[in-house]
């Protein structure tokens, strides 16, 4: 079955300083991998994906990811995070033997503080 | 290009009563999925059409039900509606619909509260 964890419910972060949000997956077959970000009262907005390749990924607004097989992980990043950065991040996971369904992470709160 | 539109945007109804919740896809997009958000049980999938057909479904009772029709757009229906099934409900499109490495575009929702 296809299951995805954000360890951290928060991620605190001081603007200007880096930021991480982990993910770890598992599935059957080879991952296709997304983050997307939710503002309050807003539907979710998509950041990047991993399908096949380079496994550094960048995506909208300087976020970048990093897919590693062997840690079944797709930690989120950024090198220098923003106040606007406050929001709601969301991984997500499908893969061949789930078809078209997404399974999502329960979601990790990141507040960034000026 | 206009984005995933959803409506109603808020919704109130009592416990027994059903409703139907209406998603238009992104002009061209032939894949709609539903999800649902609550705080406790986060986002989980309900269903997934393409063309006319249910291609993945959810651990959902059958109280959940969805349709889609020709020109794209997509209900979901719930009936007897209980407390828990108070939530944000979220509807996402996607090109194509071929292949499961394309991106999905999310609606801003719409929000369900049971009385």
């Known amino acids: 079955a296809q299951s995805v964890a954000q360890p951290e419910d928060q991620v605190n972060v001081a603007e200007g300083n880096p930021l991480t949000v982990k993910c770890t997956y598992s599935?059957?077959?080879?991952?296709?991998l997304f983050w997307y970000v939710q503002y309050p009262n807003r539907g979710l907005q998509f950041l990047l994906k991993?399908?096949?390749?380079?496994?550094l990924v960048k995506g909208s607004y300087g976020f970048e990811a990093e897919f590693n097989k062997s840690q079944t992980s797709f930690h989120l990043k950024k090198p220098s995070a923003l106040v606007s950065d406050s929001a709601l991040y969301f991984c997500?996971?499908?893969?061949?033997?789930?078809?078209?369904?997404?399974?999502f992470g329960a979601g990790t709160r990141l507040f960034v503080k000026a | 290009k206009a984005g995933v539109t959803q409506t109603p945007r808020y919704l109130i109804k009592t416990r027994g009563q059903q409703v139907t919740l209406s998603c238009s896809p992104i002009s061209g997009h032939r894949s709609v999925s539903w999800y649902q958000q609550t705080p406790g049980q986060g986002l989980q999938f309900l269903f997934e059409?393409?063309?006319?057909?249910?291609?993945n479904k959810g651990n959902f009772p059958g109280r959940f039900s969805g349709r889609q029709f020709s020109n794209s757009r997509s209900e979901m229906n719930v009936s007897t509606l209980e407390l828990g099934d108070s939530a944000l409900y979220l509807c996402a499109s996607q090109s194509g619909g071929s292949t499961i490495a394309d991106t999905q575009y999310f609606g801003p929702g719409t929000r369900l509260t049971v009385l």
């Open positions: 599935v059957s077959g080879n991952p296709y």
């Open positions: 991993y399908i096949t390749g380079d496994n």
């Open positions: 997500a996971v499908r893969d061949e033997t789930g078809g078209f369904k997404t399974i």
């Open positions: 059409y393409f063309s006319e057909t249910q291609r």
